[in-house]
């Protein structure tokens, strides 16, 4: 069974972006070549600019966690440990990855 939301989707938000003659027309030849608006244009720059600064936080984030476990127990693999797991997995892509250690 699924679970109903009672909340209402969002109406989309108008947000103003201020940008010079220069640029307005860049996007907008742009648009025209590839047969979209400038609107769509600047709304999937948009999006992929925060996709991809969302992925670099978490990223960020995962070596923060890995850091931290690492200064706690000591368990790691080697930079050559590393190397011959990636050479391994070239031709077994099930290859294990070497077990951590102190």
Known sequence: MKATSTEKPRAPATVTIKLDSSERDRIASLAS????????LMKEAILEYVKREEARQNFIRAADTSFEHFKETGLHIT????????????????????????
């Open 33 to 40: 070549i590839m047969k979209r608006t400038p609107h769509y």
């Open 79 to 102: 930079l050559d440990e590393f190397s011959t797991w990636v050479d391994e997995v070239q031709n077994n892509p099930d290859a294990p990855i070497t077990a951590c250690h102190t």
